[in-house]
Structures are given as C-alpha cells and as structure tokens.
C-alpha cells in the first residue's frame, strides 16, 4: 500500500509563489508516475501536473502551463509542485497521485492513489 502525504499548501498572495511536496511511503516510488490534482469549492478535480518515473516526461494542465513545475527526487520518495505567479483562481486543495503503470496520465480515473490533499489559498 502506498501513502501520499502533501505538505507545503497555505494562504498567499496574488503574485506570490508556494512549493508543495508530497512524501510517499510503501511502494516503489521510483517507478510510479506521479501527478498533482486540485479541486476548488463547487468544481471537479482538474489535473494539474504529472511526471513520469524518471522525471524525463512532464505534462502540465492549460491553466498552469509556464507557471507550475512538477519534478521529483526518487532518492526522497518525494514530488514537487513549485508554483509561481499564482493567481486567486489557483485557489484549491491540492492532491498528489501515484500511478504504477509506466504510463503519463492526465485522467484522474488512472491514479491509484491520493493523498488527502493540502489546501492552497490564493488571495487578491
């Protein structure tokens, strides 16, 4: 079984910029893909970011796209979302997910597992 524990989220202001994390346990990191999800209040979870095994592949949602980057440290069992230029839109809990096929998912139907999320406000 795999754990997924996001860290990181807090309030900021527009402009600003944040970095999350989120540590895994169990499992074998190394091999996973690994993405970043959020779900604002009254909306569907939207992908944010995804990373392959490696870290050789990215793939990036249109409305984080140039500003989000997703990147790990398979030494740490850890995945990184570094965020700048937020915006109050961004505002959202985010969750980490952990895909073990070798696959680069963008469809939160494919993750096989989350985190419990961390809560990311963005403030004008």
């Known amino acids: 079984q795999v754990q997924l524990v996001e860290s990181g989220g807090g309030l900021v202001q527009a402009g600003g910029s944040l970095r999350l994390s989120c540590a895994a346990s169990?499992?074998?990191?190394?091999?996973?893909?690994m993405g970043w999800f959020r779900q604002a209040p009254g909306k569907e979870r939207e992908f944010v970011a995804a990373i392959s095994w490696s870290g050789g592949s990215t793939a990036y949602g249109i409305s984080v796209k140039g500003r989000f980057t997703i990147s790990r440290d398979n030494a740490k069992n850890t995945v990184f979302l570094q965020m700048i230029s937020l915006k109050p839109e961004d505002t959202a809990v985010y969750y980490c997910a952990a895909e073990t096929l070798p696959t680069l998912p963008t469809a939160e139907v494919y993750y096989d597992y989350w985190g419990q999320g961390t809560q990311v406000t963005v403030s004008s």
């Open positions: 169990g499992g074998t990191f190394s091999s996973y893909s």
